[in-house]
């Protein structure tokens, strides 16, 4: 394994470190879920949750996530002065990130307590966007250059601290669940810090127009592709929130979370066939080849997900008390909607390649409108257990408008050409929705589960071989 490892060029280790590091971040959270969850009660929980959505919302507009998008194509466009973009790109999200504190501050003293949180952890969040912003920034031009070593060291440094002095601060600090934010928000703004200081000391260049005209250029027409992103992956929250309250808002997020974990599998399968879906599309040959893998890939992340579904009521006593058991019935939605979620990714892959990305904007918009007129219809009536559910039809919504942009595409570029087979994937699709909602009758039948259980897992071990080639396909 050593020598396989040193043979491997500097491109594929610093793809493996950043895989590998994403996997420590994440897991170290998910492992740390179980403490946390046991140590606050559900509103404390909820407090958390709705921090993390908050920071994913008002940071598109502190930075216009330009870490994300515009600095890749930056660093490219101005190779000859890396180090002054990012010092250009650091001075507009601190300007961005000032201005936005003022207008939130304006707009407290008129309307107070807008977010629900006090004006410390209001003041810690904005310092919490700004670091991580900025830290971002560092490591997108270190992987850029392919120096991944101290990038991988710090993202895992990260990871692992923040759930320990989480726990640290809720052990002395009366809201538990402001510790709990305490503990993340530290550890990024103290990286964050060092970061900032290394980034200015690299370059003189730190307030460059042209740089400025760039970003803004490339990143306020995607703030509203950000904005209905997070709509949909966020707004939940908050919504359950304001009508529910703060219990049911951390029952609702802790189903989030476990459904989420097939997220990591799910991208590290489509990052195995884009780059064959991308070769196919050049090379205008080998489309038998790709429909195949597709539909193929597609029913291995089903089963996948419905493993998930029929483990959810031992999932959720593995992860939480029982305060939190009602989380078992939002599972099956949200994790369809992490199905479709690899689907239209699937779908955007063509559009990307064609570089059509106005058509992503537009089917975020209409999922995310679609997500909150059904969330303020349905959580009314039915509760907050119809969020998973109003969120499953808006991924299935996205999904299909990713389809239909992604044939309009396909017809201008490449007229009478088929990527996927879309009979198999509407079947597949249909099947698995279907399999997904009738699972649920099943939670109290437990002999039955398990044996449903160990059928997938034993065809998925016999056909184990096949699952690695198709995934690990030779590009």
């Not at 966020?234 to 359950?240: L, T, V």
């Not at 063509?350 to 904007?361: F, G, N, R």
């Not at 997938?456 to 071989?465: C, N, Q, T």
């Amino acid at each position: 394994m050593l020598k396989k490892y040193q043979k491997l060029s500097i491109v594929a280790k610093a793809s493996l470190w950043a895989f590998i590091a994403n996997i420590i971040q994440r897991g170290v959270t998910i492992l740390a879920t179980p403490i946390f969850t046991r140590i606050l009660t559900t509103s404390q929980y909820a407090q958390y949750t709705l921090y993390q959505s908050w920071h994913d919302i008002f940071i598109i507009f502190t930075s216009l996530n330009v870490f994300n998008y515009a600095t890749y194509s930056g660093l490219a466009k101005y190779d000859e002065d890396k180090e002054g973009f990012i010092a250009t790109a650091q001075s507009l999200v601190t300007g961005l990130t000032l201005l936005c504190f003022v207008l939130y501050f304006i707009i407290n003293i008129i309307k107070n307590n807008i977010i629900g949180f006090p004006l410390p952890i209001v003041i810690l969040l904005f310092f919490d966007m700004l670091a991580f912003a900025v830290f971002n920034l560092w490591a997108s031009k270190e992987r850029y250059n392919f120096k991944y070593k101290l990038v991988t060291f710090a993202s895992i440094i990260i990871g692992i601290m923040g759930p320990i002095l989480g726990l640290l601060a809720i052990k002395y600090i009366p809201n538990k669940g402001y510790g709990r934010i305490y503990g993340v928000a530290t550890i990024n703004i103290i990286i964050g810090l060092i970061v900032y200081i290394y980034n200015y000391s690299k370059s003189k260049n730190r307030f460059n127009k042209k740089y400025i005209k760039f970003i803004l250029i490339y990143c306020i027409p995607l703030i509203p592709h950000f904005l209905a992103t997070q709509v949909l992956t966020r707004f939940d929250r908050i919504m359950i929130n304001d009508m529910c309250g703060a219990s049911q808002a951390g029952i609702y997020s802790l189903a989030y979370s476990l459904s989420s974990l097939l997220i990591i599998v799910n991208d590290a399968i489509l990052k195995s066939l884009t780059p064959l879906t991308y070769k196919t599309i050049k090379n205008n040959k080998g489309l038998s080849s790709l429909k195949q893998n597709a539909n193929f890939l597609i029913i291995l992340v089903a089963i996948l997900n419905i493993l998930l579904i029929l483990f959810a009521p031992e999932a959720v006593k593995i992860f939480a008390p029982k305060e939190y058991f009602e989380a078992i019935y939002i599972i099956p939605a949200i994790t369809g909607s992490v199905y479709f979620m690899f689907l239209f990714n699937l779908f955007a892959n063509i559009e990307y390649y064609y570089s059509e990305t106005k058509y992503v904007t537009i089917a975020s918009l209409m999922a995310a409108i679609v997500n909150i007129v059904t969330n303020l219809i349905f959580i009314k009536l039915f509760g907050y257990l119809a969020a998973g559910y109003t969120t499953l039809i808006s991924y299935i919504l996205y999904a299909v408008g990713h389809f239909i942009f992604m044939k309009k595409i396909v017809k201008k570029h490449a007229p009478g050409v088929s990527y996927y087979d879309d009979k198999k994937i509407f079947l597949i699709s249909l099947g698995f929705v279907i399999i997904s909602l009738l699972i649920i009758p099943l939670y109290k039948f437990y002999l039955m589960r398990y044996l449903i259980i160990v059928i997938i897992v034993s065809i998925i071990f016999i056909k184990r071989k096949e699952i690695i080639n198709k995934i690990y396909i030779k590009n």
